[in-house]
T-cell receptor, first 114, second 113 residues
Framework: DAGITQSPRHKVTETGTPVTLRCHQT?????MYWYRQDPGHGLRLIHY???????DKGEVSDGYSVSRSKTEDFLLTLESATSSQTSVYFC?????????????FGPGTRLTVL | AQKITQTQPGMFVQEKEAVTLDCTYD???????LFWYKQPSSGEMIFLIY??????QNATEGRYSLNFQKARKSANLVISASQLGDSAMYFC??????????FGTGTSLTVIP
């Protein structure tokens, strides 16, 4: 268990409203990631972080921003939600202390934008 | 360009038989890692197996093995003695420089009793 939680787990919102998803980890891992999962696309990286206040864009970052003010929390914000942002969002951490550096995932957040 | 390709949207296998899920990758990084994840219908992502680009031997984890062919840039997952609980989506992923990960589009495996 990598100690990753996501909140909320489910959210329904309306187009144009701001939305913030939270990822929390308990084990001080340096790397954290936000992905979205859509049918036919697999998982696509939105943003990732390699330390407090150190973040970078992934392949589908338009319309999303992130913040990491503490090691344990990585926030994903949709400034003005659109229907195309309806998706399942996964947070992940990477175990950089092992040879594999494998990723472990949170349980996911299902977001519906009406 | 970094890319992972899974060309099998869906696969069927008889219970107790072996099945191979295909994965090809493209990267110019000399050092990279290849992963397989399982996603059951409940939605969680479960790490299965890892292969490093410099590993000489194919990785194995219980009933899972990774058939790594570096020259062909392929990293196929082999599941032996399939069980009903193996029915799930399977994702191939690649880690490259900067600890960035790229995922394929997934293969849906159905095990038939």
């Amino acid at each position: 268990d990598a100690g990753i939680t996501q909140s909320p787990r489910h959210k329904v919102t309306e187009t144009g409203t701001p939305v913030t998803l939270r990822c929390h980890q308990t084990e001080n891992h340096r790397y954290m990631y936000w992905y979205r999962q859509d049918p036919g696309h697999g998982l696509r990286l939105i943003h990732y972080s390699y330390g407090v206040k150190d973040t970078d864009k992934g392949e589908v970052s338009d319309g999303y921003s992130v913040s990491r003010s503490k090691t344990e929390d990585f926030l994903l914000t949709l400034e003005s939600a659109t229907s195309s942002q309806t998706s399942v969002y996964f947070c992940a951490i990477s175990f950089t202390g092992t040879p594999n550096n494998e990723q472990f995932f949170g349980p996911g957040t299902r977001l519906t934008v009406l | 360009a970094q890319k992972i390709t899974q060309t099998q949207p869906g696969m069927f296998v008889q219970e107790k038989e072996a099945v191979t899920l295909d994965c090809t990758y493209d990267t110019s990084d000399p050092s990279y890692g290849l992963f397989w994840y399982k996603q059951p219908s409940s939605g969680e992502m479960i790490f299965l197996i890892y292969q490093g680009s410099y590993d000489q031997q194919n990785a194995t984890e219980g009933r899972y093995s990774l058939n790594f062919q570096k020259a062909r840039k392929s990293a196929n997952l082999v599941i032996s003695a399939s069980q009903l609980g193996d029915s799930a989506m399977y994702f191939c992923a690649m880690r490259v420089t900067g600890n960035q990960f790229y995922f394929g589009t997934g293969t849906s495996l159905t095990v038939i009793p």
